[in-house]
């Protein structure tokens, strides 16, 4: 119903940067806040940064400093920009929404198919 999409990833090498980009379409009435995740096997999927729709951001620790994230309420498109990376960067990143369908009464989690980033020399 609602749909997330994903680019940017790739292969970088460590101290190098990224920009991921997420574009959410379909019937959407809202999107409250859209954030980052990011998994590698044998891990939990961990919250790297999200952003309300107020402009408000959180970061993890591990990541503070170094991304930002940003958003554009008119494109319905969440940005990450990753500079100084490591290679414990390394991971699969899935794109976030929460958001509230047109003509729906709750909001609900959307998630992207994730993109590989891969921080290696």
């Known amino acids: 119903q609602v749909q997330l999409v994903e680019s940017g990833g790739g292969l970088v090498q460590p101290g190098g940067s990224l920009r991921l980009s997420c574009k959410a379409s379909?019937?959407?009435?809202?999107?409250?806040?859209m954030g980052w995740y990011r998994q590698v096997p044998g891990k939990e999927r961990e919250l790297v940064a999200a952003?309300?729709?107020?402009?408000?951001?959180n970061y993890a620790d591990s990541v503070k400093g170094r991304f930002t994230i940003s958003r554009d309420n008119a494109k319905n498109t969440v940005s990450l920009q990753m500079n100084s990376l490591k290679p414990e960067d390394t991971a699969v990143y899935y794109c976030?929404?929460?958001?509230?369908?047109?003509?729906?009464?709750?909001?609900?989690?959307?998630w992207g198919q994730g993109t590989q980033v891969t921080v290696s020399s």
């Open positions: 976030n929404a929460r958001a509230r369908r047109a003509g729906g009464t709750f909001d609900w989690d959307y």
């Open positions: 379909g019937s959407i009435f809202s999107l409250n806040k």
């Open positions: 952003i309300t729709s107020g402009g408000s951001t």
